[in-house]
């Protein structure tokens, strides 16, 4: 006998579906909450790692702007020191410039005028003065552009001021200042180191190379390290008396010099 199912099986089935739907669709957003939650936790750890980069480089850059700002203060006094340096120089390469400008304005200014004031600055000087005529300023300015101490000379003003002075001509000069080879060589030239004539004389001087030898390892530049240098080496290579204890060759000491080995 046939058995025939009359129960509604297709709205089971239908139904069956439906929460099989459902329980994938469940799993699937556990899933992507899941994957949702790591991201965020990944993403959490990186902006906390990169917090602390950020921190350590903030740290970082506030000790270099401290390193910096100690570095501008040292240039600053480094500049500072330097200006001084260079006013010492320039004031010791013109130590004697006021004397022989002094000497040049008493040499240079005629009989016929008269100086009445002077005013320098740098290398120029602005002269004022009263003569007797225009040609007495023009014979100043010649014997000014003749000295070697006083250059180029401009006439800054002359004018007659008709009174009964005796030198009624009142006048103004631009004087630029320049100095003589002659003098910038002298002031340049080193003096010729000392030669030992006798033992004590050599004594002394290896004393004096033993100063400068000390003073260079202590010098605080290498200029100065460079120059103690080179005065202890040209104090030892100006002499020519052997060193104590040395043995003398014939033919370079001569026989008057006793050495301190006892040989003639």
């Known amino acids: 006998m046939a058995h025939v199912n009359l129960l509604p099986w297709r709205a089971e089935r239908r139904k069956q579906r439906e929460r099989e ?140 001021s008709h009174d009964s002075s005796r030198m009624p001509y009142t006048f103004g000069l631009d004087v630029s200042l320049s100095r003589p080879k002659t003098d910038e060589a002298d002031d340049h030239q080193m003096p010729p180191p000392p030669v030992a004539r006798t033992a004590a004389e050599r004594a002394e001087i290896e004393l004096m190379v033993k100063k400068f030898q000390d003073s260079a390892a202590q010098a605080k530049t290498p200029a100065d390290r460079d120059r103690f240098n080179a005065m202890a080496k040209a104090l030892e290579d100006a002499q020519t008396l052997p ?12 026989a008057s010099v006793t050495t301190a080995g006892g040989a003639k």
């Open 21 to 160: 739907f459902f329980m994938q669709l469940g799993a699937a957003f556990v899933v992507s909450l899941g994957v949702l939650l790591l991201w965020v936790f990944w993403m959490d750890q990186r902006i906390d790692n990169q917090n602390e980069r950020n921190s350590y480089l903030q740290t970082e850059i506030k000790q270099l702007d401290v390193r910096i700002a100690k570095i501008k203060d040292l240039e600053t006094v480094r500049a500072h020191l330097l200006a001084r340096k260079q006013i010492i120089e320039q004031l010791q390469a013109d130590r004697s410039q006021m004397v022989h400008l002094f000497d040049e304005l008493v040499k240079t200014i005629p009989s016929s005028a008269r100086l009445t004031g002077l005013k320098q600055s740098g290398q120029s000087m602005s002269l004022d003065g009263v003569a007797q005529s225009n040609a007495s300023v023009a014979e100043y300015m010649r014997n000014i552009e003749t000295s070697p101490w006083m250059g180029h000379a401009d006439l800054r003003k002359t004018e007659n």
């Open 243 to 254: 060193k104590p204890g040395a043995s003398a060759k014939p033919e370079t000491v001569p």
